[in-house]
Structures are given as C-alpha cells and as structure tokens.
C-alpha cells in the first residue's frame, strides 16, 4: 500500500518503531519502513546485533545514523539473529535506496513466532498507524 508517498508492503508485518518483518519459512527478516528512512535522511552508520544475538521483541538490538538523527534498531520478533547484512557497513544508504529489498538488515531465528505476530500491525492498522505519524511529525515540525 501506499500512503502519502510511503511505500508499506502488504506482506509484512510492522512494529511501531518503524521497522518491519518478512516471515520466510522458519526465518523472519528485518528491516526499517520507507515512512522512517525518508524522515531520518541519507544514512550514513549502522549498527547491526552481531550474529548469534538473542533479540527481543520491542527491544534495541542495534542503531542507525544519518548525518541529523541517530535512532536505535528495534527487534520487531524475539529469537536469535541468524545473519546480518554486511553490504550496509559498506553501504548503509541501500537502507534509504531500497528499504525492503537490498536494505534488509539481519534475519532472525524466531522464538515465539505465532504469539508475537499479533503484537505487530498488518492492513487497515499500519495505515492508520502511518496516517498518525504523519500528522505527528508535521506537527513537530510547525
């Protein structure tokens, strides 16, 4: 879906820290939303949880930077991070370039998958969701 020029996969799940989950068979794949990476700017640093990690849902794992804003990464699922991109050390605006492709960030290994998907918005949530940080964010900016 696409709200107000930010671009919401319908297949994924989203946190409200702004970052998103791709259930692919046992594994979930992590990443930040279009809406966070066009509000942060060009990133130009990121931390990502090294491999092997235990992750929990809700919680930071790592952090991102741009040349105005530095943001914690939260773990949308808890379980343990299985691999993480390493072209983002070298290239951390794939992030920026392609949020939900070549900018992914670390896949996880869930712990408690069924349970934890509930906790996280899908549909008519993430719209209305969205459509509420915009109104938040032009309001901190007036």
């Known amino acids: 879906m ?13 946190h409200k820290e702004h970052f998103w989950a ?8 992590v990443g930040t939303t279009d809406f966070a990476q066009k509000l942060a700017g060009q990133i130009v640093y990121v931390e990502l949880p090294p491999v092997g990690k235990a992750v929990e849902q809700g919680k930071p794992c790592g952090s991102m930077e ?3 804003w530095v943001g914690r990464i939260y773990a949308p699922i808890s379980g343990k991070v299985e691999s993480s991109n390493q ?3 070298d290239s951390p605006e794939l992030i920026n370039e392609s949020p939900y492709e070549k900018g992914w960030m670390f896949k996880i290994s869930p712990s408690n998958l069924q349970e934890e998907l509930k906790n ?9 969701f969205i459509r509420s ?3 938040r964010v032009k309001k901190t900016k007036e």
């Not at 709200?3 to 799940?13: A, N, T, V």
């Not at 791709?22 to 794949?29: A, D, I, L, M, P």
């Open 133 to 135: 940080e915009i109104v």
């Open 22 to 29: 791709r259930v692919e068979g046992g594994k979930v794949t």
């Open 120 to 128: 996280l918005m899908q549909g008519k949530s993430v719209e209305e």
């Open 2 to 14: 696409e709200i107000e020029g930010y671009f919401l996969p319908d297949d994924l799940y989203y």
């Open 87 to 89: 072209e983002l050390e």
């Open 66 to 68: 741009s040349g105005k």
